[in-house]
């Protein structure tokens, strides 16, 4: 069964602080994997899509990592602001663009 | 350029009807998806159109069905409501199905079934 578990749930975090949140699959075949941004009440904005051959890709901020023989990616974000509060998704795609969602982690950054 | 929008945002229905969500893709794109986000769980997949046609369907009863229309806007149907159908439902378009299409999604439709 194909799975994307993300870890930690839920991070409380200091304005300026750095974070890694980490995201591990088990999605075959494998296609691509993405981050998501979710806003409270709003949906799901991209911040990064990743290929098996591409193992990190920036976006400002945010750095996603791929680990695919490990099957896992991490997305670090940088000198974190107030706006990053949000819920965190990593979704892989698996080929025929099934999408299989992480349950996501809630990041909230306190000043 | 207008993103995708959903409508309406909030619908409240009872145990047994049926609900009809809508969904107009970004211009120029034909791909939709849907997906339905229920309290404290993840996104879960729902239905992929493109071009007019299902491409693929998650892991739910087929109560829950679709269509595309000739412009792209879509259309979801819940049948017989459930209480547990009590959801966000959140559509997305892209432009292509791809490897490094991105899907852009709309503000969803909050569905209360009592």
């Known amino acids: 069964k194909n799975q994307v578990e993300q870890s930690p749930q839920s991070l409380i975090i200091l304005e300026g602080k750095n974070c890694t949140l980490q995201c591990n699959y088990t999605v075959s075949p494998f296609s691509n994997l993405r981050w998501y941004k979710q806003d409270t009440g709003r949906g799901p904005v991209s911040l990064t899509i990743?290929?098996?051959?591409?193992n990190t890709k920036s976006n400002g901020r945010y750095t996603a990592t791929l680990d695919a023989d490990t099957k896992q990616s991490s997305l670090h974000i940088t000198a974190s602001q107030l706006s990053d509060s949000a819920s965190y998704i990593c979704v892989v795609s698996a080929e025929g663009n099934m999408l299989t969602f992480g349950g996501g982690t809630r990041l909230m950054v306190k000043p | 350029e207008a993103g995708v929008t959903q409508s309406p945002t909030h619908l409240i229905k009872t145990r047994g009807q049926q609900a009809t969500l809508r969904c107009s893709p970004i211009s120029g794109h034909t791909s939709v998806y849907w997906y339905q986000q229920a309290l404290g769980l993840g996104l879960q997949f729902l239905l992929w159109?493109?071009?007019?046609?299902?491409?693929n369907r998650g892991n739910f009863p087929p109560r829950f069905s679709g269509r595309q229309f000739p412009n792209y806007s879509s259309e979801l149907n819940v049948n017989a409501l459930e209480l547990e159908d009590s959801a966000l439902y959140l559509c997305?378009?892209?432009?292509?199905?791809?490897?490094?299409?991105?899907?852009?999604f709309g503000p969803g439709t909050r569905l209360l079934v009592l």
């Open positions: 997305a378009s892209s432009l292509v199905w791809g490897l490094q299409e991105t899907q852009y």
């Open positions: 159109y493109d071009e007019g046609e299902e491409r």
């Open positions: 990743m290929t098996f051959s591409e």
